[in-house]
């Protein structure tokens, strides 16, 4: 498959990081140091795990986005729990087709866009925090949706979604912005689910129970 990177995009150095994570990795990485100064073993083996766990759930690797035209890209690392036409609530009262992907503690969590277009609404709803893979996390769960116009005028919706260990949203995007596909845009922390609607006629590429990574899998194709 022919694909592009988004120079711009591109994370430098050997280890890229979301960076999101510098302050925690570095403040486990101090007490990893001042434990094993005071000869306190145990508490310094304990912060060195928590420490390369931190590097391991920020990692952020570059992605090779592809250039199909019309391709959707996933939003998100981790595995497809819904793929379905319904309607969209209030921020896309239509019909659209829904696919929701769950993010484990092992998936990378850095988010990236689906398909190009510009941001027109972004919403923030506190909530709950009930398992993210579970149905009701959509509608009941803290979660941040961003609404996006492409090309053409069609509506695109992209939702981060909290879930039970999970306690912080980011989003790193405004309204007016022009995204591209593959670009990253947000990062939820500690397990957590993305879900993206798009319109009705988009041709799904992925079923329930697929894996998929983040602006590389391909999980549908709009006409």
Do not use: W
Not at 20 to 36: K, Q
Not at 147 to 158: I, P
Not at 194 to 211: E, F
Not at 213 to 221: L, N, V
């Amino acid at each position: 498959m022919i694909g592009s990177v988004h120079r711009s995009q591109v994370r430098q150095g050997p280890f890229p990081l979301a960076r999101e994570g510098y302050a925690l990795i570095a403040t486990s990485a101090f007490a990893t140091a001042v434990f094993a100064i005071m000869g306190l073993s145990v508490p310094a083996v304990f912060s060195l795990m928590v420490t390369f766990f931190l590097g391991f759930f920020f990692r952020d690797p570059e992605r090779v986005i592809p250039n199909e035209n019309g391709v959707v890209v996933s939003p998100a690392d981790g595995r497809v729990v819904d793929v379905d036409i319904v309607q969209g609530g209030h921020f896309a009262p239509e019909k659209m087709l829904k696919i929701s992907i769950f993010m484990s503690l092992l998936n990378v969590h850095v988010n990236r866009i689906p398909f190009e277009g510009k941001v027109t609404e972004i919403f923030y709803h506190p909530g709950k925090f009930f398992p993210a893979n579970r149905d009701k996390a959509s509608a009941d769960n803290e979660r941040n949706v961003i609404c996006m116009e492409m090309d053409g005028g069609r509506k695109l919706v992209v939702v981060q979604i909290a879930g039970l260990i999970a306690r912080r949203i980011v989003c790193r995007v405004c309204k007016g912005d022009y995204l591209m596909r593959g670009e990253r845009f947000g990062i939820i922390c500690f397990g957590s689910r993305l879900d993206v609607y798009l319109p009705p006629d988009t041709r799904p590429a992925v079923v329930v129970g697929d894996k998929v990574r983040a602006g590389t899998s391909a999980i549908g194709y709009v006409t």
